[in-house]
């Protein structure tokens, strides 16, 4: 059940920016165009020739209401029907040379407003925390745009964040305690301390601009020669189902195989259903597992291992 605190908080948010971005003046930027009107001169600017039925669904917007809007935009000179057929719904439509340079006059107004009134008040680090807040709510709330998913390796203060990310993400879904922040904290001190030789290598997973998800290979550290660990593989929620997991392992697995490691192996939890399925189905097989009592939980181990 959703908190009302946090309902509270949603709107509280809705009514904070919908007052500081201007949606309540009389026009977009004082102009004569509402902001209906200016999101489908927008939508017309950046897809040219399109149509009514296409605008409506890219906005979420009812038919009628945009058939009115349009209507009014017609008579303004700003767009023009460019009749095909006999459905209006398929009728293209379009900017007129009028309708462009309205289109380029708000375009315009709207970056200046959003530098001045949001941005250029701001230091550097505060105006990087607002605009990674706003990519992340718009990455929770919608499909991404971009389905290009990126492997890099870490920037600066992003190992801190994995250890955040992860510690957090446990806890709230496993239960698991401070014990687990400890341990993968010390894990990735270890992996930065480790030497080059055999090779080591970690991957961060990015969705447009996002932390999707991360893994590291370095050697087993049981010192068997010629294995390789898989550690600390996990995907942020928001894209799990998107294949990041699969292509994290695969990159990971391809990178031993190359570096000249004969087996990789991993330690997990069979709880974690969703990781040991990307597992087995990588090829991985399970060689041992283990009782104990960790992070607060009664858990179960499990060593899987790859045979290179």
């Keep these: 059940m959703t908190d009302p605190a946090d309902v509270a908080q949603v709107r509280a948010f809705n009514r904070f920016y919908t007052r500081i971005i201007g949606l309540l003046d009389e026009g977009m930027h004082k102009t004569m165009h509402s902001l209906s009107e200016a999101r489908v001169i927008y939508e017309l600017s950046k897809d040219g020739v399109t149509t009514g039925a296409q605008v409506a669904v890219t906005l979420n917007m009812d038919r009628g209401q945009l058939s009115r809007i349009m209507s ?43 530098a ?34 990126v492997l890099r390796g870490p920037r600066v203060a ?64 049981d010192g068997e020669e010629g294995t390789a660990q898989l550690r600390m593989l996990y995907v942020e929620p928001m894209f799990r189902g998107r294949g990041v997991g699969g292509r994290l392992v695969a990159e990971a697995v391809s990178f031993a195989r190359i570096s000249g490691y004969r087996r990789i192996m991993l330690w997990t939890q069979d709880c974690l259903a969703s990781a040991r399925s990307i597992y087995q189905k990588a090829g991985f097989v399970l060689a041992k597992e283990e009782r104990h009592h960790s992070f607060g939980a009664d858990l179960n181990g499990q060593y899987w291992v790859l045979e290179l």
Excluded: C
């Excluded at 550097?124 to 499909?143: K, N, T, Y």
């Excluded at 904290?185 to 932390?211: C, L, M, N, Q």
């Design 72 to 114: 009014r935009l017609v008579d303004q000179g700003l767009i023009a029907n460019l009749p095909r057929s006999g459905d209006a719904r398929s009728t293209p439509v379009g900017l007129t040379p009028e309708g462009r340079a309205v289109a380029a006059r708000l375009n315009a107004m709207s970056d200046a407003a959003a």
């Design 116 to 149: 001045e009134t949001l941005l250029d008040p701001l230091d550097p680090f505060e105006r990087r925390d607002l605009v990674g807040s706003m990519r992340r709510i718009s990455a929770l709330l919608s499909e991404p745009e971009d389905n290009t998913l």
């Design 158 to 221: 992003e190992i801190g964040w994995l250890i955040h990310r992860q510690a957090l993400l446990y806890h709230l879904e496993q239960g698991w305690n401070g014990e687990f922040e400890t341990l993968i904290t010390r894990i990735y001190a270890d992996y930065e301390a480790s030497s080059s030789t055999p090779p080591k290598h970690i991957w961060v997973a990015e969705f447009e601009g996002e932390v999707a998800g991360s893994v590291f290979v370095l050697p087993a550290e």
